[in-house]
Structure formats: structure tokens, C-alpha cells
């Protein structure tokens, strides 16, 4: 077996190749097909998105593969390969695997830890799948990638904090309030990116939205949109006493909520906390109302900052990720390692006689009036059996048949064999000289 | 043998709890999620020794075990320690174990160092108020510590909120609101219970020494804490105080209770000194 990978990603290509590249829903059965079929290659999952173009697969010999993988890219999408070469990565060995799995991981992406790289994953693996472009090996390599990445997102933080100025109001929203769906949240003005925050306000269970704006129409609408209420601009400070986050994202050129009000209005609602998200500039609500107790104001740079750090501490726990990725890749080599032929037929043979060996001593016990030529006859009668039996999985082992080692895989699994680590061990350097000759 | 057996469930005890502590504190600083389970799982097996040793204690004593300091400071922990598997369950508050095994491990650190034999209850203390006296003084305690532990988490998850650079374990401590409510329930739960406790311990003493009150320190001291509690009840119903500043009287008091609670039996003579 031999895994390749072949790709292109926002660091290696700009978007004029990337989208030349790229295969859309429409040719990506044309292309995985076009590709099963090509000499060589065993398998292949093609992932496309708007960051990256991949190709994984199996092949008979990587560079041999990777060729003809180039070759069906340059023909499907018309390009010179000169114009690939210059962008395409080509990974085989340890190397494509580690790839894989910090793709699958999200840590090549381009914000590290956001998730929707793995559910594009799965769907391209899905989509091979259907197509039946895959077979045992990249079959249990996606299922391991899959899994690593679930391992990563629950033992370590790194797609924890938010990393966007909307997701992170909501996530600081959610560190004031423990039921958001009891909480009431006021727009005041409307700019896209308050409408946003909004969005992800009422996606995490608020109800109740007012909004209000110096134009009632565009306050109807959003209203409309939001299920929610209009205020009146003139009125809106009153209806404060009932609001617990406000979104202000108005023109105004001046403070429209001064620290006395919000004093006032903080004694009216028996200072229950407010969180105020000001994204106006300039801004909209006197600073120093953070001052007061139980008040949250954060302006544009605030949220901004709270993204920064998020980001930092998404590349520490990147760290922690990177070392779960590669105990996952080791592992994977291990059981590569260990579909070799040999250490299989001992031990199924190993297997059998002790078997046999078992079963005529529990007999024997019980059947001690027989004489010693019964008991000879008994012996190669039994083993006779065995070896007719054991025969066809041997030879099939023995085949250099081109799935030699979905069989060594399926022999194993079918008769519970397990080969000594020893022969695990030695396989690894052999597989290295391979990669270096080829 | 007995008494070794007590013994060495106390160390067991103990050693759970230190343990607990210590991953809770390490937790803190390099949290994987998964051992938020392993610390809960640690202080139930401490829990269980130590209930264990106070059962053991209590047949062998013929009475409730918190009648030397020893005694009563691993029963005050053994109290916050049910206070605390109970919270985990019921509320799941991230990082709570880490805030309040500290006070636990002090408190039953500090009864290993006093002497742990197991004495007879002298005449004075024979009446069925003492044990409804010193159970509802050290639940209502208990409830105290748990609110102190609790006003900490809310200061220093306000503090990363107000300071807008919320890093470090602001992921995982718990919401404002859910500390806030909790802190606040917790002292409505304790302040009944230290005002029965004060009660009893009135009627109880008015039938020994013919008096209800005679300004013993242990007395004065209960008095002040209970002025404290009452006062945080009285600002957050009636003027509307919450938040910060109730997590830090939450804190006041419970300094005060630990000052009722140690200072009053290693400094100073009265009722409730121990002998």
C-alpha cells in the first residue's frame, strides 16, 4: 500500500489556480470514476473547497502515481502541467499520512481549529464511498483521521474559543448569562454586523429581539426578520430596563447612552448585568460605563482583542494537537507494518497446530485403551485436515496477488492472529528504502 | 484496634483528598476535559473513607464525633465535601472542585495536627440539643465555605470580563449568572441554618446554666457572622444589590466563620472551647 497525497492549498496556489483546479459538485463524479479507472491507482477520495484541492489515494508506486494523478488534472481541467507543477505538493509515505491527519485535524486550515473542514472531509469520503472509488486502506485511514480529529477537538481546547467578532459576542455573552433564552437583546441601528451578532444570538436560544433605528422602515424589516419587536428610536433608553444585550451599530457621531442613564436605568432593573456590544465608530455609548457594576461594554477593538488572544491560545493548544496527530500516524504505521505476509502464515500455522494439538490431548485423555499405532494414525489424520485446511489462506497469502495485504488484514482478523511485534518492527525501514529507490 | 482502624481511614481520607486537590490545582492551569471526572472520582473514594472514619468514631464515642478540635474540623470538611459532590452532580460547574478542595484540605489538614484520641463526652455536653446544635452550625458552615469558593470563581471570571481580555480559564469557569444564583442560594440555604443553630444553642444553654446568652467569644463572634449574612440578604432583596459586591461579603463572612471556628477554640476560654 501506498498512500499519496496530491494538492493544492491557500498557501501554495492563489484563488486564479485554486479555482481552475477545483471540482464541483457537478464533475466530481466524472473525476472520481475518470480516476478509478486510471492505471496504477488503487483508491482515491478527491476533497475540494474553496481553500484547497486534494487528491488522496493508493497506488501501486508513488511517483509513477503521482504522475499519472498530475497528468489526469492537467487533461480534466485543461491546464499545463508546467502551471501544476509549480503549485501542486506531492506527499507519499509517513509524510501524505501526517498531511491527511492535520487536514483532517483542522490544523493546516486557515483559521486553525475551525471545524467545517472535517464535515468536508467526511462528505468527500462519503461521496468515494457511494462511488465505490475507495476500498479497505483509505477506507480505514479516513475512519482514523475522522476519529483523530474528534480525539483532538475533545482533549484539547483548540476550536473552543471564537474567532470571529460575532461568534465571540455570543460566546461572551454566554460567560454573563447561563439561559440565553430568557434573555432579551436590543439592536440599535442597523449595520450588517450587528444583524450578524444578532443572528448568532438568537441561533444560541434568545427570543425576544427588539430593534430599533433611526429609519423605522429598516427597523420593521429587521424586526420582521428576527421575529422580534420595533422600539422607537426616541423611546428606546426606556425599554432598556427590560433589555439584557444590547447591539448598538448606529451613525451617530456622538454618544447616544450616557453613564447617568444607564445608572438610572441599572437601579430600575435592580442591577441585573447588561452586556453591551458597541460596534459603531465612532462609538456609540459612553466608555465608561464599563465602570459601573455589572455592566460588560465592549467596543470594536475589545471584541477584536478577545479574537487576538483566542487566536493565540488556539496555536498553543494547536501544539498539544500536533502531538495527538502524530502517536495517530505511528499507530497507523504499526498496522501497515504489520500486514506483511510471513509472520501471518506462522502464526495461522501456529495457530491450527496448537488447536489440533489441544483437542487430541482433552480426546486422548478419555480414549486411553487405544494402542499406539491408533493413536499415530489419529495424529496424521488430524493434521492432514488441518493442512488441506489451512492450505487456501496460505496460498492466497503467498500470492503476490495485487491485495495482498487486504487479505494479510482479512486472514488476520478472520482467524484472530497476532503477529509478534518483532516482525511489526522490522517493516518500517524496509518501507523507507522503497520511498528513497523510487 | 479500633482506634487504629480510625486512624487509618482518616489518613486515607486524607491522602483521596490531597490528591484531589492537588490534580484540581493542576487542572487549573493544563486542563485536559477528562479530568474533571478523575477529581470527582478521587474526593467520593476520600469521602467515602472518611465518612467510614467518622462512623467508626461515632460507635466507638457512643456520640457525634466533633467534640475536639480534631473531630470538629474534619467533620466541618466532611460537611463542605457533601456539599460539593452534591453541587457537581446537581449543577456541574466548571472548575468548582478545583476552588473548593482547598478549603476542604486545609480544614482536614488542620484537624490531623490536634490529637485524635477518641474522648468521652463530658457531662456538660450530654443533651439531645448538642447534636442538632453542632449539625446545623457546621452544615450552615459548610454552606458558607461553598459560597466563599464560589464568590472567588465569580470575581475572577468578572474580572476577565471587565478587563476584556478574558484568557487563561475563562473557558471553563462557569457563567456569571450561574455563580451569582448559586453563591446566592447557598447563603439562603446556610443563614437558616446558623440562625437554628444560634437558637438551639440558646435554649440549650438556658437549660444547663439557666441563661440563653452570657457574651461567650464563640457567641460574640456567631453573632457577627450572622450580621454579615444578614446583611447580604438585606442589600440583594431589598436594595438590589448583586454580583460583585455580594461575592465579596460571601467571602468576609466566611473569613469571619473561620475566625469563629479556630480563633475562638485555640485562643480564647468559653463554652465552646474544647478540652
Given amino acids: 500500500m501506498n498512500i499519496i497525497v496530491i494538492g493544492l492549498n491557500h498557501k501554495t496556489a492563489p484563488i486564479e489556480i485554486r479555482e481552475k483546479v477545483a471540482f464541483d459538485g457537478a464533475k466530481l463524479g466524472e473525476a472520481v470514476d475518470t480516476l478509478k479507472n486510471a492505471p496504477g491507482i488503487k483508491e482515491n477520495i478527491i476533497l475540494s473547497t474553496c481553500n484547497r484541492v486534494e487528491i488522496y489515494a493508493n497506488v501501486e508506486d508513488p511517483s509513477s502515481g503521482a504522475e499519472s494523478i498530475k497528468k489526469f488534472i492537467s487533461s480534466f481541467h485543461n491546464i499545463p502541467i508546467e502551471t501544476l507543477n509549480n503549485a501542486l505538493y506531492v506527499f507519499s509515505g509517513k509524510k501524505a499520512l501526517l498531511h491527511i491527519f492535520r487536514v483532517t485535524s483542522s490544523l493546516d486550515s486557515m483559521i486553525v481549529g475551525e471545524p467545517q473542514i472535517l464535515g468536508q472531509l467526511k462528505e468527500a469520503f462519503d461521496f468515494a464511498l457511494k462511488r465505490k472509488s475507495t476500498r479497505v486502506f483509505l477506507n480505514k485511514l479516513m475512519k482514523k483521521a475522522v476519529s483523530t480529529a474528534k480525539k483532538i477537538r475533545t482533549e484539547t481546547r483548540i476550536a473552543e474559543s471564537a474567532v470571529s467578532i460575532s461568534f465571540a459576542a455570543v460566546e461572551l455573552a454566554k460567560k454573563i448569562f447561563e439561559d440565553l433564552p430568557t434573555k432579551t437583546v436590543m439592536l440599535i441601528g442597523a449595520g450588517e454586523m450587528a444583524e450578524l451578532a444578532a443572528r448568532h444570538l438568537v441561533n444560541n436560544g434568545v427570543k425576544d429581539v427588539l430593534v430599533t433605528n433611526r429609519t423605522a422602515e429598516r427597523a420593521e424589516d429587521l424586526s420582521r426578520e428576527f421575529n422580534g419587536r420595533t422600539v422607537n428610536y426616541d423611546q428606546f433608553p426606556e425599554e432598556l430596563v427590560h433589555t439584557d444585550i444590547v447591539i448598538c451599530s448606529t451613525g451617530a457621531p456622538a454618544y447616544i447612552l450616557l453613564k447617568d442613564q444607564i445608572h438610572k436605568i441599572m437601579k430600575q432593573r435592580k442591577n441585573k448585568p447588561m452586556f453591551i456590544i458597541d460596534i459603531s465608530v465612532p462609538r456609540n455609548i459612553d466608555p465608561e460605563i464599563n465602570d459601573l457594576d455589572n455592566i460588560y461594554l465592549y467596543d470594536i477593538d475589545d471584541l477584536q482583542g478577545v479574537i487576538t488572544t483566542n487566536i493565540q491560545e488556539r496555536s498553543k493548544e494547536a501544539e498539544k494537537a500536533e502531538k495527538i496527530v502524530d502517536e495517530e500516524v505511528e499507530a497507523f504505521l504499526k498496522w501497515q507494518a504489520s500486514l506483511s505476509a510471513v509472520p501471518t502464515i506462522v502464526a495461522l500455522r501456529d495457530k491450527a497446530e496448537a488447536i489440533r494439538k489441544e483437542e487430541i490431548e482433552k480426546r486422548l485423555g478419555k480414549l486411553s485403551r487405544l494402542g499406539e499405532e491408533e493413536i499415530k494414525s489419529i495424529e496424521s489424520l488430524t493434521s492432514a485436515i488441518i493442512n488441506k485446511l489451512i492450505h487456501y489462506p496460505i496460498a492466497a497469502l503467498k500470492s503476490e496477488a495485487e491485495d495482498k495485504e487486504i487479505m494479510v488484514d482479512i486472514v488476520k482478523r478472520a482467524f484472530d492472529l497476532h503477529t509478534a511485534p518483532e516482525n511489526e518492527n522490522e517493516r518500517p525501514p524496509e518501507h523507507k528504502n522503497n520511498d528513497k529507490k523510487k | ?275
Fill in chain 2, 1 to 275: 484496634m479500633q482506634i487504629e482502624i480510625n486512624v487509618l481511614l482518616f489518613e486515607l481520607a486524607l491522602t483521596f483528598y490531597f490528591i484531589a486537590t492537588i490534580s484540581g490545582v493542576i487542572w487549573l492551569f493544563k486542563g485536559r476535559k477528562a479530568t474533571s471526572r478523575t477529581i470527582i472520582a478521587l474526593t467520593v473514594v476520600g469521602f467515602a473513607f472518611h465518612t467510614a472514619n467518622i462512623a467508626v468514631r461515632y460507635i466507638k464515642g457512643g456520640h457525634l464525633p466533633v467534640t475536639n478540635m480534631h473531630e470538629a474540623a474534619s467533620f466541618f470538611s466532611w460537611c463542605i465535601v457533601l456539599l460539593l459532590i452534591y453541587h457537581e452532580y446537581r449543577f456541574k460547574l466548571g472548575l468548582l472542585s478545583s476552588f473548593i478542595l482547598p478549603i476542604v484540605f486545609a480544614s482536614i489538614l488542620a484537624s490531623s495536627f490536634f490529637p485524635r484520641e477518641i474522648t468521652a463526652l463530658r457531662p456538660v455536653l450530654k443533651s439531645n440539643w448538642f447534636s442538632v446544635h453542632v449539625l446545623f452550625a457546621f452544615i450552615g458552615y459548610a454552606a458558607f465555605a461553598m459560597a466563599c469558593g464560589i464568590g472567588i470563581m465569580y470575581l475572577i471570571q468578572e474580572r476577565y470580563l471587565k478587563s476584556k481580555h478574558p484568557s487563561g480559564i475563562f473557558q471553563r469557569l462557569p457563567s456569571l449568572q450561574a455563580l451569582d444564583e448559586i453563591n446566592y442560594h447557598l447563603i439562603t440555604f446556610g443563614f437558616p441554618l446558623l440562625t437554628l443553630a444560634i437558637i438551639t444553642g440558646a435554649v440549650w444553654a438556658n437549660s444547663t446554666w439557666g441563661g440563653f446568652w452570657s457574651w461567650d467569644p464563640k457567641e460574640i463572634w456567631s453573632s457577627v457572622s450572622w450580621l454579615v449574612y444578614i446583611v447580604i440578604l438585606h442589600l440583594r432583596l431589598k436594595v438590589g444589590w448583586r454580583g460583585k459586591k455580594t461575592a465579596i461579603l460571601s467571602i468576609i463572612g466566611f473569613v469571619i466563620i473561620i475566625c469563629t471556628f479556630y480563633g475562638v477554640n485555640l485562643l480564647s476560654e468559653g463554652s465552646h472551647t474544647f478540652k
